[in-house]
């Protein structure tokens, strides 16, 4: 079993910057694909960023300007987010599964969220 826990959220000013972190605990914790999602009200979620051992990804909306990252000794996962707009207002997600991949079915693990509102 693993369990994810988001931190790190809060309310900022267009231009601004926040880092996600999301804790992970259980078992065999290290082998699974990390990733993130967003949800905005009225919304699907939708892939932000994911981490495997090797590669990384990133949705169009977040290329230059957020960067995933992981601590493999503190089971954590980050999303530093940079230059922050409006429209990132939403729900972050932590995610965790088996397949290098940017669709929320295919993941396993959840966290509860946490949320990120940029004023403008």
């Known amino acids: 079993q693993v369990q994810l826990v988001e931190s790190g959220g809060g309310l900022v000013q267009a231009g601004g910057s926040l880092r996600l972190s999301c804790a992970a605990s259980g078992r065999i914790v290290s082998s699974y694909i990390m990733a993130w999602f967003r949800q905005a009200p009225g919304k699907e979620r939708e892939f932000v960023s994911a981490?495997?051992?090797?590669?990384?990804s990133y949705a169009d909306s977040a290329k230059g300007r957020f960067t995933i990252s992981r601590d493999f000794a503190k089971n954590t996962v980050y999303l530093q987010m940079n230059n922050l707009k409006p429209e990132d207002t939403a729900v972050y997600y932590c995610?965790?599964?088996?397949?290098?991949?940017?669709?929320?079915?295919?993941?396993?693990?959840w966290g509860q969220g946490t949320q990120v509102t940029v004023s403008s």
């Open positions: 995610a965790a599964g088996f397949d290098f991949t940017h669709y929320a079915r295919q993941y396993t693990y």
């Open positions: 981490f495997s051992w090797s590669d990384t």
